[in-house]
Protein backbone atom coordinates (compact mmCIF):
# COMPACT_ATOMS: atom_id res chain seq x y z
CA UNK A 1 0.00 0.00 0.00
CA UNK A 2 3.03 2.19 0.99
CA UNK A 3 4.34 1.44 -2.37
CA UNK A 4 0.95 2.17 -4.20
CA UNK A 5 0.54 5.57 -2.58
CA UNK A 6 3.68 7.33 -3.86
CA UNK A 7 2.87 6.49 -7.48
CA UNK A 8 1.37 9.51 -9.22
CA UNK A 9 -1.91 10.01 -10.30
CA UNK A 10 -1.51 9.06 -13.63
CA UNK A 11 0.65 5.71 -12.59
CA UNK A 12 -2.05 4.64 -10.33
CA UNK A 13 -4.79 4.80 -12.59
CA UNK A 14 -2.40 3.33 -15.33
CA UNK A 15 -1.87 0.52 -13.10
CA UNK A 16 -5.77 0.28 -12.39
CA UNK A 17 -6.41 -0.48 -16.40
CA UNK A 18 -3.32 -3.03 -16.34
CA UNK A 19 -4.71 -4.95 -13.66
CA UNK A 20 -8.36 -4.83 -14.96
CA UNK A 21 -7.56 -5.85 -19.04
CA UNK A 22 -4.68 -8.55 -17.05
CA UNK A 23 -8.15 -10.07 -15.46
CA UNK A 24 -9.95 -9.88 -18.34
CA UNK A 25 -7.65 -11.26 -20.35
CA UNK A 26 -6.89 -14.51 -17.87
CA UNK A 27 -10.62 -15.18 -17.50
CA UNK A 28 -11.26 -14.46 -21.89
CA UNK A 29 -8.39 -17.36 -22.25
CA UNK A 30 -10.15 -19.61 -19.36
CA UNK A 31 -12.94 -19.60 -21.55
CA UNK A 32 -12.26 -20.06 -25.23
CA UNK A 33 -10.37 -22.54 -23.97
CA UNK A 34 -13.36 -24.48 -22.23
CA UNK A 35 -15.79 -23.33 -25.81
CA UNK A 36 -12.47 -25.19 -27.92
CA UNK A 37 -12.66 -28.59 -25.71
CA UNK A 38 -15.08 -31.08 -26.71
CA UNK A 39 -18.31 -30.12 -25.31
CA UNK A 40 -20.53 -33.21 -26.30
CA UNK A 41 -21.38 -34.24 -23.13
CA UNK A 42 -22.60 -30.77 -21.59
CA UNK A 43 -26.27 -30.44 -21.72
CA UNK A 44 -28.14 -28.31 -23.22
CA UNK A 45 -28.53 -25.68 -20.18
CA UNK A 46 -24.81 -25.87 -19.59
CA UNK A 47 -24.24 -24.17 -23.08
CA UNK A 48 -26.72 -22.01 -23.09
CA UNK A 49 -25.52 -20.11 -19.69
CA UNK A 50 -21.90 -20.65 -21.79
CA UNK A 51 -23.18 -18.94 -24.53
CA UNK A 52 -24.53 -16.32 -21.97
CA UNK A 53 -21.21 -16.27 -20.47
CA UNK A 54 -19.50 -15.43 -23.39
CA UNK A 55 -22.10 -12.52 -24.22
CA UNK A 56 -21.09 -11.45 -20.81
CA UNK A 57 -18.12 -11.58 -21.50
CA UNK A 58 -18.14 -9.60 -24.97
CA UNK A 59 -19.82 -6.77 -23.07
CA UNK A 60 -17.76 -6.52 -19.95
CA UNK A 61 -14.69 -5.99 -22.49
CA UNK A 62 -16.44 -3.03 -24.34
CA UNK A 63 -17.19 -1.66 -21.25
CA UNK A 64 -13.61 -1.56 -20.19
CA UNK A 65 -12.54 -0.27 -23.36
CA UNK A 66 -15.04 2.60 -23.56
CA UNK A 67 -13.91 3.03 -19.27
CA UNK A 68 -10.28 3.65 -20.52
CA UNK A 69 -11.05 5.64 -23.54
CA UNK A 70 -13.17 7.51 -21.21
CA UNK A 71 -10.23 8.42 -18.59
CA UNK A 72 -7.59 8.55 -21.90
CA UNK A 73 -9.41 11.39 -22.98
CA UNK A 74 -9.97 13.99 -20.75
CA UNK A 75 -13.63 15.12 -19.44
CA UNK A 76 -14.95 15.95 -23.14
CA UNK A 77 -14.17 13.00 -24.25
CA UNK A 78 -15.85 11.11 -21.66
CA UNK A 79 -18.63 13.15 -21.14
CA UNK A 80 -19.50 13.05 -25.19
CA UNK A 81 -18.85 9.50 -25.08
CA UNK A 82 -21.65 8.72 -21.92
CA UNK A 83 -23.86 11.27 -23.69
CA UNK A 84 -23.99 8.73 -26.87
CA UNK A 85 -24.53 5.77 -24.62
CA UNK A 86 -27.17 7.73 -23.48
CA UNK A 87 -28.70 8.82 -26.67
CA UNK A 88 -28.41 4.87 -27.72
CA UNK A 89 -30.57 3.64 -24.68
CA UNK A 90 -33.25 6.10 -25.18
CA UNK A 91 -33.78 5.36 -28.53
CA UNK A 92 -33.87 1.17 -27.70
CA UNK A 93 -36.16 2.28 -24.69
CA UNK A 94 -38.60 4.42 -26.63
CA UNK A 95 -38.51 2.12 -30.06
CA UNK A 96 -40.06 -0.56 -27.45
CA UNK A 97 -42.58 1.41 -25.44
CA UNK A 98 -45.98 2.49 -26.79
CA UNK A 99 -45.70 6.13 -28.03
CA UNK A 100 -48.13 7.72 -30.78
CA UNK A 101 -47.94 10.95 -33.28
CA UNK A 102 -48.84 13.23 -30.99
CA UNK A 103 -45.57 12.63 -28.62
CA UNK A 104 -43.12 13.27 -31.52
CA UNK A 105 -42.27 16.56 -30.07
CA UNK A 106 -41.70 15.43 -26.87
CA UNK A 107 -39.21 12.87 -28.34
CA UNK A 108 -37.74 15.52 -30.51
CA UNK A 109 -37.30 17.77 -27.08
CA UNK A 110 -35.74 14.42 -25.20
CA UNK A 111 -33.06 13.43 -27.48
CA UNK A 112 -32.02 17.03 -29.36
CA UNK A 113 -32.57 19.18 -26.34
CA UNK A 114 -32.95 17.77 -22.53
CA UNK A 115 -29.87 15.08 -23.38
CA UNK A 116 -26.89 17.30 -24.61
CA UNK A 117 -28.03 20.13 -22.15
CA UNK A 118 -27.77 17.50 -19.54
CA UNK A 119 -24.44 16.31 -20.77
CA UNK A 120 -23.58 19.75 -20.83
CA UNK A 121 -24.41 20.95 -17.29
CA UNK A 122 -22.09 17.53 -16.11
CA UNK A 123 -18.83 19.02 -18.67
CA UNK A 124 -19.36 22.64 -16.97
CA UNK A 125 -19.62 20.71 -13.67
CA UNK A 126 -22.53 22.86 -12.51
CA UNK A 127 -23.74 19.68 -10.39
CA UNK A 128 -26.75 22.05 -8.95
CA UNK A 129 -28.53 22.31 -12.04
CA UNK A 130 -27.59 19.05 -13.23
CA UNK A 131 -28.98 17.34 -10.42
CA UNK A 132 -32.51 19.13 -10.79
CA UNK A 133 -32.95 19.73 -14.52
CA UNK A 134 -34.01 16.73 -15.37
CA UNK A 135 -36.72 15.71 -12.43
CA UNK A 136 -38.07 19.52 -12.01
CA UNK A 137 -38.14 21.04 -15.12
CA UNK A 138 -38.10 18.76 -17.73
CA UNK A 139 -40.69 16.46 -16.03
CA UNK A 140 -42.95 19.66 -16.17
CA UNK A 141 -41.49 20.70 -19.85
CA UNK A 142 -42.14 16.97 -21.20
CA UNK A 143 -46.41 17.09 -20.44
CA UNK A 144 -46.60 20.62 -21.65
CA UNK A 145 -45.18 20.05 -24.77
CA UNK A 146 -46.95 16.34 -25.29
CA UNK A 147 -50.17 18.41 -24.32
CA UNK A 148 -49.85 20.77 -27.76
CA UNK A 149 -49.69 17.46 -29.67
CA UNK A 150 -53.51 17.62 -29.56
CA UNK A 151 -53.63 14.15 -28.88
CA UNK A 152 -55.70 13.32 -25.49
CA UNK A 153 -55.60 9.49 -26.13
CA UNK A 154 -53.65 7.63 -22.96
CA UNK A 155 -52.36 10.62 -22.42
CA UNK A 156 -50.76 10.34 -18.82
CA UNK A 157 -49.24 6.77 -19.68
CA UNK A 158 -47.23 7.97 -22.74
CA UNK A 159 -46.03 11.28 -21.37
CA UNK A 160 -45.28 9.27 -18.25
CA UNK A 161 -42.99 6.42 -20.41
CA UNK A 162 -41.60 9.15 -22.13
CA UNK A 163 -40.35 10.99 -18.43
CA UNK A 164 -39.63 7.47 -17.28
CA UNK A 165 -37.05 7.17 -20.53
CA UNK A 166 -35.71 10.02 -20.17
CA UNK A 167 -35.05 9.64 -15.99
CA UNK A 168 -33.31 6.37 -16.19
CA UNK A 169 -31.21 6.47 -19.87
CA UNK A 170 -30.45 9.86 -19.66
CA UNK A 171 -30.59 11.36 -15.75
CA UNK A 172 -29.63 8.28 -14.69
CA UNK A 173 -26.22 7.37 -17.27
CA UNK A 174 -24.89 10.99 -17.08
CA UNK A 175 -24.10 10.43 -13.43
CA UNK A 176 -21.18 7.98 -14.62
CA UNK A 177 -18.92 10.88 -15.57
CA UNK A 178 -20.15 13.38 -13.22
CA UNK A 179 -18.49 11.41 -11.17
CA UNK A 180 -14.97 11.39 -12.62
CA UNK A 181 -15.84 15.08 -12.42
CA UNK A 182 -15.98 15.34 -9.21
CA UNK A 183 -13.15 17.40 -7.34
CA UNK A 184 -12.86 15.70 -3.90
CA UNK A 185 -10.86 16.87 -1.16
CA UNK A 186 -7.46 15.01 -1.74
CA UNK A 187 -8.73 12.87 -4.37
CA UNK A 188 -8.07 14.70 -7.47
CA UNK A 189 -7.53 13.13 -10.75
CA UNK A 190 -8.96 9.71 -9.59
CA UNK A 191 -12.17 9.64 -10.33
CA UNK A 192 -11.79 6.59 -12.35
CA UNK A 193 -11.10 4.77 -9.57
CA UNK A 194 -15.02 5.94 -8.31
CA UNK A 195 -16.23 4.64 -11.47
CA UNK A 196 -14.65 1.39 -11.15
CA UNK A 197 -15.58 0.82 -7.49
CA UNK A 198 -19.23 1.78 -8.05
CA UNK A 199 -19.41 -1.10 -11.19
CA UNK A 200 -17.41 -3.26 -9.29
CA UNK A 201 -20.41 -3.33 -6.48
CA UNK A 202 -23.10 -3.05 -8.84
CA UNK A 203 -21.86 -6.16 -10.39
CA UNK A 204 -20.94 -8.25 -7.27
CA UNK A 205 -24.58 -7.67 -6.01
CA UNK A 206 -25.81 -8.89 -9.06
CA UNK A 207 -24.11 -11.64 -8.87
CA UNK A 208 -24.44 -12.59 -5.45
CA UNK A 209 -28.17 -11.53 -5.58
CA UNK A 210 -28.43 -14.60 -8.67
CA UNK A 211 -26.21 -16.88 -6.94
CA UNK A 212 -28.40 -16.79 -3.38
CA UNK A 213 -31.83 -16.72 -5.36
CA UNK A 214 -30.83 -20.05 -6.75
CA UNK A 215 -29.44 -21.50 -3.34
CA UNK A 216 -31.98 -20.47 -1.37
CA UNK A 217 -35.31 -20.95 -3.47
CA UNK A 218 -36.62 -18.42 -1.62
CA UNK A 219 -40.45 -17.30 -2.55
CA UNK A 220 -40.13 -14.62 -5.02
CA UNK A 221 -41.20 -10.82 -4.06
CA UNK A 222 -42.58 -10.41 -7.60
CA UNK A 223 -43.25 -13.74 -8.43
CA UNK A 224 -44.72 -11.90 -12.21
CA UNK A 225 -42.08 -9.93 -12.99
CA UNK A 226 -38.99 -11.82 -11.75
CA UNK A 227 -39.02 -15.32 -10.30
CA UNK A 228 -34.99 -14.85 -9.20
CA UNK A 229 -35.92 -11.82 -6.95
CA UNK A 230 -36.91 -12.01 -3.38
CA UNK A 231 -36.03 -9.89 -0.11
CA UNK A 232 -33.28 -12.54 0.90
CA UNK A 233 -31.53 -13.01 -2.20
CA UNK A 234 -31.84 -8.93 -2.26
CA UNK A 235 -29.62 -8.24 1.15
CA UNK A 236 -27.24 -11.35 0.48
CA UNK A 237 -26.17 -9.66 -2.64
CA UNK A 238 -26.25 -6.16 -1.56
CA UNK A 239 -24.18 -7.15 2.22
CA UNK A 240 -21.64 -8.57 -0.50
CA UNK A 241 -21.14 -5.35 -2.30
CA UNK A 242 -20.76 -3.80 1.08
CA UNK A 243 -17.81 -6.37 1.97
CA UNK A 244 -16.37 -5.14 -1.54
CA UNK A 245 -16.71 -1.90 -0.66
CA UNK A 246 -15.01 -2.04 2.45
CA UNK A 247 -12.06 -3.86 0.63
CA UNK A 248 -11.93 -1.15 -1.74
CA UNK A 249 -12.09 1.80 0.45
CA UNK A 250 -8.05 2.75 -0.28
CA UNK A 251 -9.59 3.27 -3.93
CA UNK A 252 -11.77 5.90 -2.59
CA UNK A 253 -11.77 8.87 -0.75
CA UNK A 254 -13.92 7.19 2.10
CA UNK A 255 -12.83 5.37 5.38
CA UNK A 256 -13.61 1.37 6.10
CA UNK A 257 -16.83 1.90 7.55
CA UNK A 258 -18.52 4.56 5.19
CA UNK A 259 -16.96 2.54 2.18
CA UNK A 260 -19.16 -0.52 3.04
CA UNK A 261 -22.16 1.76 3.46
CA UNK A 262 -21.29 3.05 -0.43
CA UNK A 263 -20.95 -0.18 -1.78
CA UNK A 264 -24.33 -1.35 0.54
CA UNK A 265 -26.27 1.60 -1.25
CA UNK A 266 -25.01 1.24 -4.80
CA UNK A 267 -25.08 -2.58 -4.63
CA UNK A 268 -28.65 -2.58 -3.02
CA UNK A 269 -30.63 -0.04 -5.50
CA UNK A 270 -28.29 -1.68 -8.53
CA UNK A 271 -30.54 -4.84 -8.08
CA UNK A 272 -33.40 -2.91 -7.12
CA UNK A 273 -33.01 -1.30 -10.69
CA UNK A 274 -32.39 -4.34 -12.71
CA UNK A 275 -35.95 -5.48 -10.74
CA UNK A 276 -37.75 -2.12 -12.71
CA UNK A 277 -36.31 -2.85 -15.53
CA UNK A 278 -37.54 -6.39 -16.23
CA UNK A 279 -40.82 -5.17 -15.07
CA UNK A 280 -40.54 -2.75 -18.28
CA UNK A 281 -39.68 -5.49 -20.06
CA UNK A 282 -42.72 -7.45 -19.53
CA UNK A 283 -45.12 -4.95 -20.23
CA UNK A 284 -43.38 -4.56 -23.72
CA UNK A 285 -43.78 -7.94 -23.93
CA UNK A 286 -40.02 -8.51 -24.64
CA UNK A 287 -37.03 -10.84 -22.58
CA UNK A 288 -34.39 -8.91 -23.64
CA UNK A 289 -33.80 -4.87 -24.35
CA UNK A 290 -32.16 -6.52 -27.39
CA UNK A 291 -34.80 -8.50 -28.78
CA UNK A 292 -35.60 -6.21 -30.96
CA UNK A 293 -31.66 -5.42 -32.42
CA UNK A 294 -32.43 -4.94 -35.95
CA UNK A 295 -35.04 -2.20 -34.82
CA UNK A 296 -33.64 0.13 -32.35
CA UNK A 297 -29.76 -0.39 -33.52
CA UNK A 298 -28.49 -1.67 -29.69
CA UNK A 299 -28.46 -5.05 -28.68
CA UNK A 300 -28.94 -5.58 -25.18
CA UNK A 301 -28.14 -1.99 -24.22
CA UNK A 302 -30.49 -1.34 -21.61
CA UNK A 303 -29.78 -4.88 -19.57
CA UNK A 304 -26.45 -3.91 -19.44
CA UNK A 305 -26.65 -0.32 -18.07
CA UNK A 306 -30.06 -0.44 -15.89
CA UNK A 307 -28.57 -1.65 -12.95
CA UNK A 308 -25.29 1.08 -13.19
CA UNK A 309 -28.66 3.83 -13.94
CA UNK A 310 -30.28 3.38 -10.67
CA UNK A 311 -27.39 3.12 -8.79
CA UNK A 312 -25.19 5.78 -10.45
CA UNK A 313 -27.38 8.51 -9.32
CA UNK A 314 -27.81 7.16 -5.49
CA UNK A 315 -24.00 6.89 -5.44
CA UNK A 316 -23.45 10.14 -6.81
CA UNK A 317 -25.87 11.87 -3.90
CA UNK A 318 -24.46 9.97 -1.29
CA UNK A 319 -21.27 10.93 -1.81
CA UNK A 320 -21.86 14.84 -2.38
CA UNK A 321 -23.99 14.47 0.94
CA UNK A 322 -21.09 12.40 2.75
CA UNK A 323 -18.81 15.53 2.08
CA UNK A 324 -21.20 18.11 2.77
CA UNK A 325 -22.41 19.46 -0.86
Not at 25 to 30: D, E, G, K, S, Y
Not at 184 to 201: C, I, K, Q
Request: proline share 4%; with cysteine; glycine share 8%.
Amino acid sequence: MGALRELTVSQQVGLLFVTLFGLLALVTAAAVWRTVRDDSDDSAEEQTLQMRFMRDLRAVWVGAVLFWIAWASGAFVSTLLFGVLSFLALREFVTLTHTRRGDHRSLLLAFFAVLPLQYVLVGWQLFDLFTVFIPVYVFLAIPVVSALGNDPKRFLERTAKIQWGIMVCVYGMSHAPALLLLDLPDYEGRGAFMVLYLVGVVAVAQIAQEVASRRLRARPAAGAISRSFSWRAWFIGALSAAVLGALLYWATPFKPVPALVMGFLAGGSGTLGELVMKALKRDAGVQSWGGKASVTGAVGLLDRVAPLCFAAPVFFHAVRWYFGW
